[in-house]
């Protein structure tokens, strides 16, 4: 491996600097020197090890290979042997490393300085062959020079530039030195340094500010600083783009600096994965509850044919319209096995992602129900919030998508204001129509379809092919009721939403829980059904609708229900409870009388005592029946 060795000078003179600038930036930045002197004083440095750019380290590579003897500022590990014979320096070569070096500084120049690097290699070959026919190299140099409109001297700088390098190496070695990318006038790093602070702001300063800002703080500090055009060259040349975009512009448009990860979706099937989002058009519609707004429809696109599969209109983005959405999907086509979309307040709402432990909206709680995309067993993945990217139903919405062909559709030319709005009816039908003509439109440049087929074509045959889960009764009542978190009555166990009460038989041993009720928000008379937290189905409750007080008919029902309530539960007693009380004693074993207390061989003493007689102590002569016959007779004679 080659070792490039660089005096200050030399390192001044590869970077276009004045070499007090260079000895400034050695002293700020501590280089390490090698501890090889040179004559006159000063130290020659590693270029490998200096703190600049890889350009910067390019360019003394190649001012040393071009511009020095190569055995005076760089060396191998063989040449630096003791026992290695030094070669003459007209012999040298140069290793690979040191020729990918030498290209590198040419690709740095202009088409411009390697076309004439180019015509100079051709005419060093004419004086070569010039020479080899007898002629000497001033008189070859001369005739050339004349042929090409060039100093005879110019040419003959050219010829001994080459001598000892390879003539495929040529034109890499006659590139011009001079101009070029680097500034022709020195800049001190405290002026650098100040200018990158001041104009890499999100603030966006323009430069010709910056720079009058510079020129104050330069005049203060003695510090050099060219011209503002030069500075402008050096941030386009030395400042990498994104980082400025990342510094000016911020984090969203340094994303866009590189370009977006191409997504293969080959790897799903039709209706296996599918991908949602909310889109507001321009125009005002009128809807049944009289509102007018500019309306929201939630859309749901197939990730492997990019068909669009269902959508929802309402007044704004909300939980009901991707919930009932999903409905449609599902009882259109099936059940899907993924569902992508963002994790904005709406789409990660708990009715429809409730128990998902990733969800970045909102607390999951321990007794959170189950959402409906959890319940139908299929998962539930984020995108990246504001990366339009990881969303492919947002390319839809954009130029050439549903926004262009509805909004600016012919029919709604000089409606859709606040004034004259669009009634959401016929809205809903173009929308339709539209969204038909999307998905039917052929020669579709995507991967799946080849540039050959629509939308539809490549999601029937796809569809066709793969295992579809339908869903079943059941499984609807998931999107076409919303669930409603509820507390059973510690009573009776009913149950009580939005005013109205619900009550089934199955709810009795259910009394102070916390359960689950779905319903349908347009008929809240219907019933409900309700759910363990697990998801488990309790029953169908029905709704008690409170009656009046001398209301003689309802009274007549609800004896009816209640007729009906006992029939059904005496048939449950005939069917559970066959054996009788008196049955279930017999069946008891036969007990034997317990065996007479054994006598007592300690007796308590009656010492001092004086003992009753039955006279004095009738009791303990045991005649309880003498005694309450004198009694009797004692208490009629107290009457009389």
Not at 325 to 353: C, H, M, Q, W
Not at 602 to 614: C, D, P, Q, Y
Not at 618 to 638: D, R
């Amino acid at each position: 491996m080659t070792v490039f060795l660089a005096t200050i000078p030399e390192i001044a003179a590869a970077l276009g600097e004045k070499p007090r600038t260079v000895q400034r930036w050695a002293k700020k930045s501590n280089w390490p020197p090698t501890g090889e002197t040179v004559q006159g004083g000063g130290f020659r440095y590693n270029v490998d090890e200096l703190p600049l750019t890889d350009r910067e380290k390019t360019s003394i590579r190649a001012h040393l290979l071009l511009c020095v003897r190569p055995g005076s500022t760089f060396s191998t590990p063989e040449a630096a042997a003791p026992e290695a014979p030094a070669a003459p320096p007209a012999e040298s070569r140069p290793t690979d490393e040191d020729r990918e070096a030498l290209w590198n500084y040419a690709a740095q120049k202009s088409t411009k300085n390697r076309e004439g690097a180019a015509r100079k290699a051709e005419a060093v070959r004419a004086v070569e062959t010039l020479m080899a026919r007898g002629t000497g190299k001033i008189e070859a140099c001369k005739e050339v020079g004349g042929k090409i409109g060039k100093h005879w001297q110019g040419v003959r700088g050219w010829f001994e530039k080459t001598r000892g390098v390879d003539p495929g190496d040529w034109v890499a070695t006659l590139v011009d030195a001079r101009g070029g990318n680097r500034p022709k006038t020195g800049i001190s790093p405290e002026a650098w340094d100040y200018i990158k602070a001041d104009w890499l702001r999100i603030e966006r300063p323009t430069l010709q500010a910056v720079y009058e800002r510079a020129k104050r703080a330069a005049k203060a500090h003695g510090w050099e600083l060219p011209s503002s055009k030069t500075i402008k060259r050096k941030l386009e040349n030395e400042i990498p783009h994104a980082l400025i975009v990342l510094k000016r512009q911020g984090e969203d448009a340094y994303k866009k600096c590189y370009p977006a990860q191409e997504r293969d979706k080959t790897v799903f099937r039709a209706l296996e994965a599918v991908n949602g989002d909310g889109y507001t058009f321009f125009k005002y519609v009128r809807f049944e509850s009289g509102e007018v707004c500019r309306p929201t429809a939630w859309v749901w696109q197939d990730i492997y044919s990019g068909k669009i599969l269902a959508w929802r209109l309402d007044v704004s983005e909300n939980k009901d319209q991707i919930r009932l959405s999903i409905g449609d999907l599902i009882e259109n086509y099936g059940i899907p096995s993924y569902f992508l979309f963002d994790s904005t307040r709406a789409a990660a709402n708990k009715d429809v992602t409730g128990g998902v432990k990733n969800r970045y909206r909102f607390k999951v709680m321990p007794d959170e129900p189950l959402g409906l995309i959890p319940q139908l067993g299929a998962a539930v993945h984020w995108a990246t919030p504001g990366h339009g990217q990881a969303k492919p139903v947002e390319r839809c919405f954009g130029v050439g998508g549903l926004g262009e062909h509805i909004d600016k559709h012919p029919a709604f030319a000089g409606r859709g204001t606040q004034a004259n709005s669009i009634p959401v009816e016929e809205f809903e039908a173009l929308m339709s129509a539209e969204i038909a003509a999307y998905n039917a439109r052929p020669k579709r440049r995507s991967k799946v379809c080849n540039g050959k087929k629509s939308f539809d074509e490549v999601f029937a045959e796809s569809y066709a092919k793969g295992p579809i889960r339908k869903a079943t009764r059941e499984q609807r009542a998931l999107w076409l009721l919303a669930p409603e978190p509820v507390t059973a009555n510690a009573k009776d166990g009913s149950i009580k939403i939005m005013g109205n009460r619900y009550w089934c038989e199955e709810l009795s041993r259910y009394k102070g829980k916390k359960l689950v009720a779905r319903f349908d928000p347009a008929n809240m008379h219907k019933g409900a059904i309700v759910y363990q937290l697990d998801g488990r189905r309790i029953g169908e409750a029905e709704c008690i609708v409170p009656a009046g007080f001398n209301d003689r008919n309802a009274a007549r029902e609800r004896a009816k229900q209640d007729k009906r309530r006992k029939k059904h539960l005496r048939g449950i007693e005939k069917a559970e409870i066959r054996m009788t009380a008196i049955e279930a004693s017999e069946l008891l074993p036969k007990e034997t009388p317990p065996a007479a207390p054994p006598s007592p061989k300690i007796v308590e003493g009656m010492f001092g005592k004086k003992e009753k007689s039955a006279e004095t102590d009738p009791a303990s002569a045991h005649n309880f029946e003498e005694i309450a016959e004198a009694m009797y007779l004692h208490s009629l004679k107290n009457t009389v």
